[in-house]
Structure formats: structure tokens, C-alpha cells
């Protein structure tokens, strides 16, 4: 099985302020054929990123494009800075043809407000800190009330719950699972790491068990530590 990859550009925000530097420094890592999530934590930079007219020709040549919501003090609901956010999106995704944004359920009080701006979305499942959404049940239950949002499973953010929870998301949403972010968490532990440098022998069974199943876009969503990393 086959799946498509692409690279968040998170990797490298501990060396980068801005997503178009990220960008350019990731440049070498595409070569043509990895795609790329652009992951925009804090509004405030949402807001002021303005790729000029080459970076959005170059990110468009990319197989694969889609875009991370922001988080940092954001509730999505009816208020100024959720509308401010949705508008930039709603020109980021149409700008650089990304094909899914995703958000946060967590983070989000009012599905109804993505449907005002034609956003196609996917919700994540949340890690250990957010037990309203963190289990196959409460990601079925925001899917069944809203059938036009998708599902972007977070290995990761399973993991920090138990191994059974990782292997029921798979089970359960074999078939419905859109994009997948895949990356090492463990409790306590802020950024998500690499899987090859961190996971455990039975984070290895897991990912095997997901690789026979899942054939959905893999979003690689590390956090370097280091440059050379």
C-alpha cells in the first residue's frame, strides 16, 4: 500500500517566524512529488501571510496541498476573530487550491459557521487533553451531525490516550478516514516528534496495523529540533 505523503510546515517553526521562510526552507525537501500542509497555529500570523505571486505559483505546482486552521486562542464560533480567520482561508484555500483545511474539534463550538464561507473541512480527533473529543464515539457523533465534514485522524493524538483507541479509530473509520497526520506524542510532551527516533515497539505494531488499513493521504507532522534534524 501506497500513500500519498506530504510535509507540515511546522517542522520547522522553532527556526522560522514566517510561513513563507518556512516554505523556501523546506523547498528541498518537496522535490516534486511530497505535497505540503501549511500549518498556521497563531491568527495572528494567518492574517498576515501574503504570499506573493511566485510562492503561491510554487505551491500549486505541489501534488498535494492542504492547510491547518489556527488554534491559539481561537474558539470557532460566532465572533470578530473566527470571521476574520474564515475569510482568510476561504482566500488561502482558493488562492493555492488547497484541497481540505482542518480544524481542531476542540476548538470548535459551531460547525454551522464553516459552511458560510464553502470551506471543505476536516475535523481532527484531540489528544489526551481534550477528553469532549478524543474517542471514536465523539468524532462518530460530529460526523454524523455534520455529513459534509470529513474526518483528518491524528495518530498521534491517539497514541496519548491508550493503543485500543488507536486501533479502534482505524477500525471503525477504515473507509472514511481523508488525511491522516502522522507524527510520535506522548503525554507531557509538547511538540509532536518522530516517529523513527521515538516510537516505542508497541507505537510499531500500531503503525503496522495502520499500514495494512489505511490507504488516505499520511501528512507528516514533526517538529524538528534541530536544523540538521
Known amino acids: 500500500m501506497e500513500n500519498q505523503i506530504a510535509i507540515s510546515t511546522g517542522l520547522v517553526y522553532k527556526f522560522y517566524p514566517d510561513q513563507v521562510s518556512r516554505i523556501q526552507r523546506m523547498k528541498p525537501l ?3 512529488w511530497y505535497g505540503i500542509e501549511i500549518c498556521i497555529a497563531d491568527p495572528a500570523f494567518l492574517l498576515s501571510f501574503d504570499p506573493d505571486e511566485g510562492l503561491i505559483s510554487y505551491v500549486k505546482t505541489l501534488p498535494y496541498i492542504s492547510l491547518h486552521a489556527p488554534w491559539i486562542g481561537m474558539t470557532y464560533s460566532n465572533n470578530e476573530l473566527c470571521y476574520s480567520v474564515l475569510q482568510k482561508l476561504q482566500y488561502l484555500s482558493e488562492t493555492l487550491n488547497a484541497k481540505y483545511i482542518i480544524v481542531h474539534s476542540g476548538w470548535t463550538k459551531n460547525y454551522d459557521i464553516f459552511r458560510e464561507y464553502g ?26 451531525e455534520n455529513p459534509d465534514i470529513g474526518f483528518n485522524f491524528d495518530f498521534a493524538h491517539a497514541l496519548t490516550i491508550w493503543a485500543d483507541t488507536v486501533r479502534s479509530f482505524i477500525d471503525r473509520f477504515e473507509l472514511q478516514i481523508v488525511q491522516v497526520h502522522m507524527s510520535h506524542l506522548s503525554r507531557g510532551v509538547r511538540d509532536h516528534n518522530f516517529l523513527c527516533r521515538d516510537a516505542e515497539p508497541w507505537v510499531l505494531e500500531l503503525l503496522q496495523y495502520f499500514k495494512e488499513r489505511i490507504k488516505a493521504p499520511l501528512v507528516l507532522e514533526n517538529v524538528a529540533q534541530t536544523e540538521e534534524e
Open 30 to 32: 518537496f522535490e516534486g
Open 119 to 144: 470551506l471543505k473541512i476536516l475535523v481532527e480527533n484531540e489528544d489526551y487533553k481534550f477528553p469532549e473529543s478524543w474517542t471514536p464515539d465523539q468524532i462518530t457523533q460530529i460526523l454524523t
